[in-house]
Each structure stands twice: as structure tokens, then as C-alpha cells.
């Protein structure tokens, strides 16, 4: 079973609508985040999270929120969806080890904003 | 500012070597990371070196770790198809921020 999952995995919505994406692990992490993959830009931070009551914002963070229900789940919100928001989402958590800090990533959610 | 970049596309050959690039800008970044991201998933780490590190080895992969010109590179020794997916180059100063590059995508022609 996947350590991180993301729900759904595709979804097309259209501008002005509110859409929540959301984030489940099973690692026990205590830092969670999300992240956009556009092509050749790389993964930009949108917000991240060092437990339940800790929320941060990342480097582009306008127009989304998010949610840390529990330790396991992190959903991000956009709150008015825009065309310019059609990208890749990854949700990943983080575990301090010999390595540094290593990310654990989820599969994926694929939005069109039409 | 904090920077990593890497060139879009390489095209290898099955069988010959591939070598990825990658330059950062934080000359107090502690740890650099390769991250693969195959077609439909999301990112795994593939290897890492600690900034004290010249050279890494693990089995097909060699990281070689230049810190006066701040550049990294994967090598990786007898391609496969298999390896056909976007490496990514990942910087991190020993905190929460981990700074991703825009991936290598690698084509591999049998």
C-alpha cells in the first residue's frame, strides 16, 4: 500500500469553482506539505506544515489554503480556481535521517481549470 | 537567492552512460539530492551526498559533488529503459526547505 495517498488523482473543474484536494500518509511523519509541478519550472512550495498546529506558507501560496486535520491528513483548498492553477499537485511529508531531510512524495493529483 | 538548475532533455543511447547536471547557488546547502520521478508518480529519492563529499557510489550510480563551482552531476553507468524518467537535482541547508530544480527529463533509445 502507498505510503502517501492523494484524492483524487485527476480532476477538471472550472474557474471561479472552490475544489479540495486532499493528502493522506501512513509514515508517521510529522511535516507535510504541498507542492505544484509545472513543466520546466520545476516543484514550486505552496504551504507546508511541522505538525497539527503549525501552518506555513510557501512560495506561492495566493489563492490556495489548507487544512492539517490530523497528523495524517493535509488538504489543500482552492478557494476560486483560475485556469493559470492547472498543474500537477504533490503532497509529500518529511522525515529528518542520515540523509538530511528526506521527502516522501504522494502519486499526484492532475487539476484542469477550464 | 537559492537557485538550482538543470537542462530540460538528454537523450542516451540503451546501453552507453548517462550524465546529468546540475548547478545550486546556496554555498551553505549541507545536503544534495537526486530525486527520479517515473511517468505517473510522484518523486523518489534515488541517492544523496553530504557537501563534505567529493564522489558517491551506489551500484549504477556515481554522484560527483564539485563545491567550489557548485555543481553536481548523476552518472549513471549502462542505461536502461528503465531509467527513462525526470531526474530531479534537490539542495537542502540542513533545515526544513528542500529546493528542487526543474528535472532532467531522460530519454533512453533502445
Known amino acids: 500500500d502507498a505510503d502517501v495517498t492523494q484524492t483524487p488523482r485527476n480532476r477538471i473543474t472550472k474557474t471561479g469553482k472552490r475544489i479540495m484536494l486532499e493528502c493522506s500518509q501512513t509514515?508517521?511523519?510529522?511535516?507535510m506539505y504541498w507542492y505544484r509541478q509545472d513543466p520546466g519550472l520545476g516543484l514550486r512550495l505552496i504551504y507546508y506544515?511541522?505538525?497539527?498546529?503549525?501552518?506555513n506558507k510557501g512560495e506561492i501560496s495566493d489563492g490556495y489554503s489548507v487544512s492539517r486535520q490530523a497528523q495524517a491528513k493535509f488538504s489543500l483548498s482552492l478557494e476560486s480556481a483560475i485556469p493559470n492553477q492547472t498543474a500537477l499537485y504533490f503532497c509529500?511529508?518529511?522525515?529528518?535521517?542520515?540523509?538530511?531531510?528526506?521527502?516522501?512524495f504522494g502519486p499526484g493529483t492532475r487539476l484542469l481549470v477550464l | 537567492g537559492e537557485d538550482v538548475e538543470q537542462s530540460l532533455f538528454l537523450s542516451v543511447r540503451e546501453g552507453d552512460s548517462s550524465v546529468i547536471n546540475c548547478t545550486y547557488t546556496?554555498?551553505?546547502?549541507?545536503?544534495l539530492y537526486w530525486y527520479k520521478q517515473e511517468p505517473g508518480a510522484g518523486l523518489q529519492l534515488l541517492t544523496y551526498?553530504?557537501?563534505?563529499?567529493d564522489m558517491k557510489q551506489d551500484q549504477r550510480l556515481t554522484v560527483l559533488l564539485n563545491k567550489k563551482d557548485k555543481h553536481l552531476s548523476l552518472r549513471i553507468a549502462d542505461t536502461q529503459t528503465g531509467d527513462s524518467a525526470i531526474y530531479f537535482c534537490?539542495?537542502?541547508?540542513?533545515?526544513?526547505?528542500?529546493?528542487f530544480g526543474a528535472g532532467t527529463r531522460l530519454f533512453v533509445k533502445a
Open positions: 509514515k508517521g511523519h510529522d511535516r
Open positions: 506544515s511541522f505538525d497539527v498546529k503549525d501552518i
Open positions: 509529500a511529508t518529511s522525515v529528518l535521517n542520515r540523509a538530511g531531510e528526506t521527502q516522501y
Open positions: 534537490a539542495e537542502n541547508t540542513g533545515g526544513f526547505k528542500t529546493i
Open positions: 551526498i553530504f557537501s563534505n563529499m
Open positions: 546556496d554555498s551553505s546547502s549541507t545536503y
